[in-house]
């Protein structure tokens, strides 16, 4: 595997200073969310709780539930409803990857032996059918329709993405606005969702329920592109990322969508043939990545992400200045800039 | 695959006249719930009202939603809310069987080729999930609190008893309460949910609502304990059903509990070897349904169903004699003695 340098290495401590300070404004909360987290996803089939408290457990940044918890503070809520609905969240969350480590037959997660590779696939299919049963559960007990709605269509548009995503595997003609369409549905509505029910709870008007939403939206879109681009260019050490897992799964994202676009004949039929062939030999991966230095495919994808990260910042535009919109606007900055 | 005579032929007409007869009861809503079912599981990418309707249409009996839809007309009820609630019901049970499918690596449902034989394993998890999340958005649509309460709670369950048969399988030690537990949680609790939601729409006080999921869960744990004599003795023909599928997979099923604790030495060996270590050779299966009909174990897990049977006939009492009525308690014998 190759290890490539981070593109703009200074930029690491300021982006994850500004992750950490916005947990920590909601560190309390976030306490809770933990104890609910591992509380609600009791089963007295022992299987259950290991399986996920596994995944749970594995270094995740619990990014979706902090959003959560920092929306509803945003809107000024004071009360602790946003705690179990932090949990649903991180359940749809943990659910959906556990379905798609089967789905990618992925060995790795975070760096560690995957679910799947543990427990194997049929308990990791399962499992993930419990937490996304006990999410709307807690929902249910939450009571607040308009939560239910959200989040039971955020799930429903997810599964479509990630069908979409299954369809258009390996085809190296998918247009950006195709990659874009399918990264909304699989990442970026919970991101919206998990923003938006923090004014739900909070009681606030439509206009904030919106505004949250669309910061979501488009810092979920942001995240998801970055996500793409660290695949050939994470330092491999952090937090154990390898690189090139979409190069040999074919996947097809955007700085690869670009390079095809922009590559000549003789380019496009090693991206045809690595990609949709999956015929790959030694070698393969470093030569994409000199096309993807080539055309400045990476640092491209970066700047689109920057780009949906100046819709984010907008969107809190109607929001007065606190601390925790001020640590939500840094989040961008980390999102977009992050190297791991 | 050996072809076994039924259990007793002359029974099985009474049986399909008595889903007949319930059917016709709520031939109405059955076919707008089926309008229902068809419209709700639309979506743009194509391959998921594919897929869906793939498995939708292929010739299941629609059982669960006519039980809710026959439990709210014996409540009295006289509205269509429970047309959307019955579609959910099947959309939660077309979910499990698409994962089910992918985790028990089945090639055929009713005969035909499964879903995940057609269209993959991962499209499989996938559309789950979609009509997973498309039950709980219909669901939040209808508004009851206590729908959503019943429905994501026999979810979680489902999802519990299929993880404690996958742990549970392969062990021919497990004993009849072990495997009831796994019926009980894996099959009865949706069919305890599909009837106890008929008394909910109705508004019908709580001991209506508790004598119809207690008819359910009973009801639902002999449908699966002669769906598991099945797999070892329906008529090939009919509905393509073939037999021995659970042998080959080495499931502990009822007729295989019994036998293996009524067997001598030699015949646990067999089980072992054939169960456990999935060590099998050309003329066991023969062997199985020999020590079967040896140990009465087929005609006795017929009897446990029929006690079964008997509490859910019971459970219906407090009901004042009418059609529908009639027509839930023939399908109780419907349930007990089909031949397919």
């Known amino acids: 595997m ?65 959003l959560t918890l920092a929306a509803a503070r945003l809107c000024g809520y004071q009360g602790e409803r946003h705690q179990p609905l932090a949990a649903c969240v991180e359940f749809i969350h943990t659910a959906t990857l556990l379905h798609d480590d089967v789905v990618d037959e992925s060995d790795l997660r975070r760096g560690q032996p995957s679910a799947n590779a543990v427990f194997g696939n049929k308990a990791s299919v399962l499992v993930g059918d419990f937490l996304f049963s006990r999410a709307f559960q807690v929902m249910t007990e939450d009571g607040s329709l308009d939560v239910l709605r959200i989040l039971s269509s955020a799930s429903a548009v997810i599964s479509e993405g990630e069908v979409l995503q299954l369809i258009t595997a390996n085809d190296t003609t998918t247009s950006e606005e195709a990659y874009l369409e399918v990264i909304r549905a699989k990442t970026a509505e919970l991101f919206a969702a998990a923003c938006r029910i923090g004014a739900v709870v909070a009681g606030r008007p439509a206009a904030e329920e919106e505004a949250l939403r669309s910061y979501g939206l488009n810092l979920g879109i942001a995240f998801q592109v970055v996500d793409d681009v660290l695949d050939y260019s994470a330092v491999q050490a952090r937090l154990g990322k390898s690189i090139g897992d979409d190069f040999r799964e074919g996947k097809i994202t955007l700085p690869v969508v670009l390079a095809f676009r922009r590559g000549d004949d003789e380019e496009r039929a090693f991206w045809r043939r690595t990609l949709e062939d999956i015929d790959q030999r030694d070698g393969d991966l470093e030569h994409a990545l000199a096309l993807m230095q080539r055309h400045n495919t990476l640092r491209d994808s970066v700047e689109r992400a920057r780009h949906y990260g100046a819709m984010a910042r907008d969107a809190l535009g109607l929001f007065p200045a606190s601390p925790i919109k001020r640590a939500l606007l840094d989040v961008i900055d980390f999102v977009v800039d992050r190297d791991f």
Chains 1, 2 share one sequence.
């Open 2 to 66: 190759a290890v490539v340098t981070p593109l703009d290495p200074k930029r690491r401590k300021a982006g994850t200073d500004a992750l950490e300070a916005l947990v920590e404004l909601v560190a309390t909360d976030l306490a809770a969310v933990n104890d609910l987290i591992i509380r609600r996803m009791h089963s007295d089939v022992e299987m259950i709780p290991q399986l996920a408290g596994y995944i749970v457990a594995s270094g995740g940044k619990r990014l979706r539930p902090v």
